[in-house]
């Protein structure tokens, strides 16, 4: 159980296009979903926290007009990167939280962007 | 707000030899603490966490941790590791409010060596 699944696993984009990723839990209703990137050899930084049915909550220094996040079901958030450029190139993880095991996140496999 | 310090970035280690991977947190609050392992190009997977009880907490892959609180420390340890324990670790820590994000150690890499 607690499964979270990223789609697409990876993606090469040209400068200046919009990249979609989604996130969805397969087998339990995520309240809150969370947005992580990682750079090569470093840690996951939080991006936003993503609450269903209301905006995100990003944190100091990432763009939300960047970074657009949507939660409108229990089982699907996605991130939009737009007008992606190169320095957006990065691995980006999303995790979810099931409202009956409140401590945990369960982290999706991640997806590699590669912008040209 | 809180922090976490894994203080070794490399830990090469020989195959059935044990292992610890050390971790130090600092918070003004009660916190829960969390390891992770993440494999090349995947996501993370819970190794272990402690949320409160016994402070030695036993997890997936007969890894094991200790919270000390005196030490602030939740130190990761294996009695004999194995090739496919090769992976990137990490520590980490969320506070008992409303919010619970996680923040994360930077990471220590474990490489099992023949």
């Known amino acids: 159980g607690a499964v979270v699944s990223q789609h697409p696993s990876w993606v090469i984009c040209k400068s200046g296009t919009s990249v979609k990723i989604e996130c969805r839990s397969l087998d339990f209703q995520a309240t809150t979903m969370f947005w992580y990137r990682q750079f090569p050899k470093q840690s996951l930084m939080l991006m936003a926290t993503s609450n269903e049915g209301s905006k995100a909550t990003y944190e100091q220094g990432v763009e939300k007009d960047k970074f657009l996040i949507n939660h409108a079901s229990l089982t699907l958030s996605t991130l939009t990167v737009t007008s992606a450029h190169p320095e957006d190139s990065s691995f980006y993880i999303c995790s979810a939280r099931d409202q009956t095991s409140y401590n945990e996140q369960f982290f999706g496999p991640g997806t590699r962007l590669t912008v040209l | 707000a809180q922090s976490v310090t894994q203080l070794d970035s490399q830990v090469p280690v020989f195959e059935e030899a044990p292992v610890e991977l050390r971790c130090n947190y600092s918070s003004s609050v009660s916190v829960y603490l969390f390891w992770y392992v993440q494999y090349p190009n995947q996501g993370l997977q819970l190794l272990l966490k402690?949320?409160?009880?016994?402070?030695l907490v036993k997890g997936i892959n007969g890894f094991e941790a200790e919270f000390n609180k005196s030490q602030t420390s939740f130190h990761l340890r294996k009695p004999s590791v194995h090739i496919s324990d090769t992976a990137e670790y990490f520590c980490?820590?969320?506070?008992?409010?409303?919010?619970?994000?996680?923040?994360f150690g930077s990471g220590t890499q474990l490489t099992v060596l023949p």
């Open positions: 980490a820590v969320s506070d008992r409010g409303s919010a619970r994000q996680l923040t």
């Open positions: 402690y949320l409160s009880g016994s402070t």
